[in-house]
């Protein structure tokens, strides 16, 4: 197995905001359980067949088709940032966890990666093809050198595994990323009675998307189940189509 390679400037990063920083080292724990000690893959689905689905469900809803930029926020490792690359695409990913965003580096099989620390919390890795940007950072930081940048945001899984305080500042930045008429896919999961008010991850209808997000987006579809959720007996993978309103 490799060795992931951690450079000196991401032991130098100032801390994230509290909620963020609670969140960051819950996750850095379960990170290295999932990849040094052989832990349950928990919310992780690595099949290709599905992220060619994903891409191919969002691209219905999209005028344009190729050279488009994706946004991928708590990206963990998905495959889905590779295979839109892969595809064309632009990617942009952003997770909190040093060792996720090493992972997905280690998908990129050719070209280089270049290391720059950015004020606010904030790693880029840039790919040497210019296509490729994945960023170790707080996904509810303004960022305004990306707003009006995306077409395309996918979301597995991002909006429900965040506490209900965190939502809203989250939801704002998608907003402010996105172009009029950008497609965002998102994700979530439905729990069984009994389950829904534990997480995460949290139960998601699409009344609590639209509550966070139906000021700035119109709910386009809803998928239904997308894919069998062999790792959460009860649970199911639900997903919805929304798109961005014009100014």
């Known amino acids: 197995q490799s060795k992931l390679f951690i450079p000196f400037c991401l032991l130098l990063l100032p801390q994230p905001s509290f909620s963020f920083l609670a969140m960051a080292n819950s996750w850095d724990k379960t990170w290295h359980n999932i990849l040094k000690e052989g832990g349950s893959k928990r919310w992780k689905v690595d099949d290709i067949n599905i992220k060619e689905k994903a891409l191919k469900t969002i691209l219905k809803h999209t005028a344009e088709k190729s050279k488009l930029q994706v946004f991928c926020p708590l990206a963990g ?21 040093s060792s996720a965003v090493g992972e997905m580096r280690q ?4 070209g280089d990666w270049n290391c720059e620390e950015k004020p606010g919390n904030t ?3 840039s790919h040497s093809s210019g296509r490729a940007t994945l ?33 809203q500042p989250f939801c ?4 402010e990323y996105t172009k009029d008429d950008a497609i965002l896919y998102i994700e979530v999961k439905n729990k069984p009675e009994g389950q829904r008010d534990a997480g995460p991850p949290f139960h998601v209808e699409k009344e609590d998307l639209m509550e966070h997000l139906g000021s700035a987006f119109d709910h386009v579809k809803e998928l239904g189940e997308v894919y069998p959720l062999g ?7 639900m997903g ?4 961005k309103k014009k100014a």
């Open 231 to 237: 790792n959460f007996p009860g649970m199911s993978q």
């Open 172 to 175: 704002q930045r998608l907003a």
């Open 107 to 110: 998908q990129f099989s050719e």
């Open 240 to 243: 919805h189509v929304l798109r």
């Open 135 to 167: 960023v170790q950072g707080d996904a509810t930081q303004k960022r305004p050198d990306w707003n009006s940048r995306f077409d395309i945001i996918y979301d597995k899984d991002s909006f429900g595994a965040l506490p209900k305080e965190l939502r």
């Open 123 to 125: 790693v880029i890795w």
């Open 77 to 97: 490792d998905d495959p889905f940032v590779f295979h839109a690359f892969d595809q064309g695409h632009h990617v942009t990913s952003i997770d909190l966890v």
